[in-house]
C-alpha cells in the first residue's frame, strides 16, 4: 500500500461516512415533520401532498444510501480489485493498434461501468417514480433512450478520447495536458452550442410555444431585460415524467428557452413569466458565464495535475493497475482521483444557494416577489419536493435554498420594494 493508496482509502471513506450520515440525518429529519404542513404553506400545499413529499424524499433517500455503498464497492472492485486492469489485459491480446485498443478499452469501460449503475435506474424509475406517479416513461422508452444514450456517447466518444490519447501520446513528455486542455474546451463549447438543435431533440420533442398571452408575456420581459432568444419552446417532458421545469439552453444564436408541458399546465401566465424571469436572473448576474470560465481553469488544473500523476509509477500500481499508459492514467484520473476531491461538492452548492438569491431578486425586481413565490410553491407541492429539509443535508448538498428561507427571502423583497415605492 503506498501513499496513494492511502489517501484514496481515506476520501473515500470520509466521504462515504458523511454521505451516510448526512442521508440518515435527512431521512429522519423529514421523517420528524411529516404529520403537519409549516404554517407558511398551509395554504397550497395540502396534508395529504406534504406526506407525499415526504415519503418521495425518504424513498429516495433510502435508495440512495444502497448506491452509496454499492458505488463505494463498484469502485473498490474496479481500482484495488484490479477490475480495470482485468479489462485492459482483455484488450492487450486484442491484436489491435495500441491508439485503438486504448481507445476501445476506454470506451468499454465506461460501458461496463453504465451497466452496473443500470439497476439503480430501473428501480429509480419504475419502483419509486412510478410508485408516486411521476413515471411515464414505458420499458420500451426506457430501452430506446438507454441505446440513443450508448449510440451518442459512441458517436461523441470516440473522436474525443481518439483526440487525447493521441495528443498524450505524441507529446507525453512535454505540455500535453495545455493541448488537451484546448482541445476539450472546444469540444465542450461546441457540444453546448449544438445541444438545442441537434442533440436535445433526440430524446424529446420540442415545439414553439403557443400561448398568445404567455408569448406576449415573456416578449415583453425579454425586451425589458434586453435579452435575446432563438425562441421558446415547449418540451414534451410528460411523456417521460411528471416532474416540471424550465430552463435555458445552448450558446450565442443558438440559446433557447424551454418549458416542460408539465410545468405550463400548472402555471398561469404570471407565475411563468416570474419563473423565466428568475432564470434571465442567472445570464443578468453573469453566473452562467461564470460557471464557465471556474469550469474552463478547473479542466485545465485537473488536466495539469493529471500531468503531474501520470509520471509517479505509484498513481498506477495505488489504484490497481500494472499497465502504466496515457489510456489507463485517464481513466484512473475520471473514475479515482474525483473521490480526493468530494470536500468541493459543499462549496459549489453554497455558491449555487448565492446565486439562486441573486436570481430571486432580479425576478422580484422585474415581476414582482408574489408571482414567484406562486409559482414556486406549485412547483415545490407539483414535484414532491420536502418542505423540510434536515439544514446540514441541504447545506451540504442542495444546490437551491430550502423552500421556507427561499420564500422568507422573497417576501423580504416584496417589503423593500414597497418601502423603496
Given amino acids: 500500500m503506498n501513499w496513494i493508496t492511502s489517501l484514496f482509502l481515506i476520501a473515500l471513506f470520509l466521504n462515504f461516512i458523511i454521505e451516510i450520515w448526512l442521508n440518515i440525518k435527512n431521512q429522519r429529519h423529514i421523517g420528524q415533520h411529516r404529520s403537519s404542513v409549516p404554517d407558511e404553506f398551509s395554504q397550497v400545499v395540502s396534508l395529504e401532498a406534504h406526506q407525499k413529499a415526504a415519503d418521495y424524499s425518504r424513498a429516495k433517500l433510502q435508495l440512495g444510501r444502497l448506491g452509496l455503498l454499492y458505488d463505494a464497492a463498484i469502485l473498490l472492485f474496479m481500482t484495488l480489485g484490479g477490475g480495470f486492469q482485468d479489462i485492459y489485459t482483455l ?3 486484442s491484436g489491435l493498434e495500441p491508439i485503438w485498443r486504448d481507445v476501445l478499452f476506454l470506451m468499454s469501460t465506461l460501458w461496463v461501468l453504465s451497466l452496473l449503475h443500470l439497476p439503480f435506474s430501473i428501480i429509480s424509475t419504475f419502483k419509486i417514480e412510478s410508485e408516486f406517479g411521476f413515471n411515464k416513461t414505458t420499458p420500451l422508452k426506457f ?13 461523441l466518444g470516440v473522436p474525443i478520447i481518439w483526440a487525447v490519447l493521441t495528443i498524450m501520446n505524441h507529446y507525453l513528455d512535454q505540455a500535453w495536458w495545455l493541448y488537451t486542455w484546448v482541445v476539450w474546451m472546444g469540444f465542450q463549447f461546441t457540444l453546448m452550442w449544438a445541444y438545442p438543435k441537434w442533440i436535445a431533440p433526440i430524446f424529446n420533442k420540442f415545439t414553439p410555444l403557443e400561448d398568445e398571452e404567455m408569448k406576449t408575456r415573456i416578449t415583453q420581459l425579454l425586451e425589458r431585460t434586453g ?8 418540451m414534451d417532458g ?9 430552463y435555458f439552453t445552448g450558446m450565442g444564436k443558438n440559446k433557447r428557452i424551454v418549458f416542460f ?5 400548472t402555471l398561469t401566465p404570471e407565475e411563468v413569466e416570474a419563473v423565466l424571469a428568475h432564470e434571465l436572473g442567472h445570464f443578468k448576474h453573469g453566473h ?14 485537473g488536466l495539469a495535475l493529471l500531468g503531474w500523476l501520470i509520471q509517479l509509477p505509484e498513481f498506477y500500481t495505488g ?11 485517464l481513466l484512473l484520473f475520471m473514475t479515482a482521483v474525483p473521490v480526493l476531491f468530494f470536500f468541493m461538492g459543499p462549496l459549489s452548492a453554497l455558491k449555487s444557494r448565492k446565486h ?12 414582482g416577489s408574489a408571482p414567484l413565490i406562486s409559482a414556486l410553491l406549485k412547483m415545490y407541492r407539483d414535484n414532491a419536493s420536502t418542505l423540510t429539509p434536515d439544514p446540514s443535508y441541504s447545506a451540504y448538498h442542495d444546490s437551491h435554498p430550502p423552500a421556507k428561507i427561499r420564500i422568507d427571502h422573497l417576501k423580504s423583497l416584496a417589503t423593500h420594494h414597497k418601502k423603496e415605492e
Fill in 261 to 265: 408541458d408539465t410545468l405550463l399546465e
Fill in 238 to 246: 410528460s411523456s417521460r415524467s411528471g416532474h416540471g421545469n424550465a
Fill in 227 to 234: 435579452f435575446e432568444s432563438n425562441g421558446i419552446f415547449v
Fill in 143 to 155: 430501452i430506446s433512450d438507454l441505446f440513443k444514450q450508448w449510440a451518442l456517447i459512441l458517436v
Fill in 288 to 301: 452562467i458565464r461564470q460557471r464557465l470560465i471556474e469550469s474552463t481553469f478547473i479542466t485545465l488544473a
Fill in 319 to 329: 489504484l490497481g493497475m500494472t499497465s502504466q499508459t496515457p489510456a489507463a492514467a
Fill in 91 to 93: 484488450w492487450l491480446n
Fill in 356 to 367: 439562486e438569491f441573486e436570481a430571486d431578486a432580479f425576478a422580484a425586481k422585474h415581476v
